[in-house]
């Protein structure tokens, strides 16, 4: 108990949970690019950083939506920094909706870098239809796409869940192009972070994974391969080898980087 209460601690340091809440675009998109990746909301367990929880702001006012104005900038965020390059958003951690920097987009993309590479990606009839549309149309507001594909409400979200996980597709802004709440914007991935030369370095398992271990302080394979949807057998693997190459250290189970390798905190 008093491991894992230590661990607690130190992950509200690293997640800069201790600080004064982000208030602007610029922290978040820095929040962001510090741990690598975050949840949009946080889960009961704090299993992973949370964009959300960084902007809480309990002293925020409220608005007559009904929410306060630190849940009104988040909100913001997460639509405008991938439309800046600065953040992935979509449905990558179990489904969830997450933010990415730039460096982790690239390290995880596990495809060709090109705006039609997710034909040689497995995917549904329905969600090759969604990509072959964005290839063809550009970036596309969640409502054209529900009424060009007959999709309810329930089918859109397994899409957007399909093509989140394979990283082929971003939240890319909203559009006001019908009644109601503005409608979010989707695009390919590749077009918005890989569409110049030399825009890729990546992809790396074993840099994402110095990545994840830095930002959760320590981590067990089984957080790893849950986190990027990697059997548990290749996240054990990998983790040793980086152990055998001085590039991180393990006991009881649990893997971190050497005390010497984690850069200084901002």
């Not at 601690?9 to 004064?20: A, K, L, Y």
């Not at 796409?145 to 890319?172: H, M, S």
Request: with cysteine.
């Amino acid at each position: 108990m008093h491991e894992e209460s230590a661990l607690h601690e130190q992950r509200v340091r690293r997640w800069h949970m201790d600080r004064p809440p982000l208030r602007t675009a610029d922290e978040a998109g820095a929040y962001i690019e510090d741990v690598g990746l975050c949840l949009l909301f946080g889960d009961k367990a704090a299993s992973l950083p949370s964009l959300r929880e960084a902007g809480r702001d309990e002293e925020a006012e409220m608005l007559p939506a009904g929410w306060g104005e630190d849940l009104e900038r988040v909100w913001t965020w997460k639509d405008m920094l991938p439309t800046e390059r600065r953040a992935w958003c979509g449905r990558f951690l179990g489904g969830r909706q997450a933010l990415l920097s730039p460096r982790m987009t690239d390290l995880l993309y596990p495809h060709a870098g090109e705006p039609d590479d997710f034909q040689d990606v497995a995917l549904s009839p329905q969600a090759r239809g969604v990509a072959e549309h964005l290839l063809l149309e550009g970036p596309t507001s969640m409502r054209v796409v529900r009424e060009a594909f007959g999709l309810d409400g329930r089918g859109a979200q397994k899409v957007l869940t399909e093509l989140g996980r394979e990283l082929l597709i971003t939240n890319y802004g909203t559009r006001q192009d019908g009644p109601g709440w503005p409608s979010c914007v989707i695009e390919l991935t590749s077009r918005v972070f890989f569409d110049s030369p030399g825009a890729r370095t990546g992809p790396s398992r074993e840099e994402a994974a110095l990545v994840f271990l830095d930002t959760m302080v320590e981590a067990t394979p089984r957080e790893v391969a849950r986190a990027f949807r990697w059997t548990a057998k290749d996240a054990s693997a990998l983790l040793d080898g980086l152990v055998r190459g001085g590039r991180a250290e393990t006991g009881d189970g649990r893997y971190r980087l050497p005390a010497d390798a984690a850069g200084p905190r901002p």
